[in-house]
């Protein structure tokens, strides 16, 4: 099946530093990907979706300054978390689709702690 | 809108003990169904799917049944194993695969 990885798969960082996470899928190229965000004992919330070469579309309430999308190929997207806080906290995965694939494929997740 | 409603947990068992975590959902069209699964501390991990009406998707034991009459997609194995203590999500997705809606996720706990 298509493989989809995450980088870095745990960080942890200052109030008001910058954080970026990568999604790569390794085997297929990926036209869509996905990131959504995990509180802890709850399901998966769609932040964004992208589409390579174009802007991110956000979800309602997901603030697009905070984090920045940028899906500059076909096999990575990245999230920047600017200007990090506790409250953005949390556990961040992304999912691509593409080539014969018609469903999304999700990556291992990035746990982000900011002290 | 699409949504999945999805047994609440947490869910505790014994080992070898029979499982069944239901998934109901809502949706126009023809959704496709999933099941993942969530081990400590990691990402999800598809665990089976079915793309139609009446497909079964199985795999490790587990299985699930496209039911279109009931709208459901209930998770079953006849016999746990602490291996299987994880969260478990029941998701749908459009034909597509663009908007994909999650359960609210069940925890299992087997206990030997």
């Known amino acids: 099946g298509a493989v989809v990885s995450q980088h870095p798969s745990r960080v942890i960082c200052k109030s008001g530093t910058s954080v970026k996470i990568e999604c790569r899928s390794l085997?297929?190229?990926?036209?869509?990907m996905f990131w959504y965000r995990q509180f802890p004992k709850q399901s998966l919330m769609l932040m964004a979706t992208?589409?390579?070469?174009?802007?991110?579309?956000?979800e309602q309430g997901v603030e697009k300054d905070k984090f920045l999308i940028n899906h500059a190929s076909l096999t990575l997207s990245t999230l920047t978390v600017t200007s990090a806080h506790p409250e953005d906290s949390s556990f961040y995965i992304c999912?691509?689709?593409?080539?014969?694939?018609?469903?999304?494929?999700f990556g291992p997740g990035t746990r982000l702690t900011v002290l | 809108g699409d949504s999945v409603t999805q047994m609440e947990g947490p869910v505790t068992l014994s080992e070898e003990a029979f499982l069944t975590i239901n998934c109901t959902y809502t949706?126009?069209?023809?959704?496709?169904l999933f099941w993942y699964v969530q081990y400590p501390g990691e990402g999800l991990q598809l665990l089976l799917k079915?793309?139609?009406?009446?497909d079964k998707g199985s795999n490790k034991g587990f299985e699930a049944t496209y039911r279109k009459e009931t709208t459901s997609f209930h998770l079953e194995k006849g016999s746990v194993q602490v291996s299987d203590s994880a969260v478990y999500f029941c998701?749908?997705?459009?034909?597509?695969?663009?908007?994909?809606?999650f359960g609210t996720g069940t925890s299992l706990t087997v206990i030997p």
């Open positions: 999912s691509a689709k593409g080539g014969s694939h018609n469903e999304q494929f």
């Open positions: 085997d297929f190229q990926a036209t869509t």
């Open positions: 992208s589409n390579e070469g174009s802007k991110a579309t956000y």
């Open positions: 949706a126009t069209g023809y959704p496709s």
């Open positions: 079915a793309t139609k009406a009446d």
């Open positions: 998701a749908l997705s459009d034909r597509g695969g663009n908007q994909f809606y």
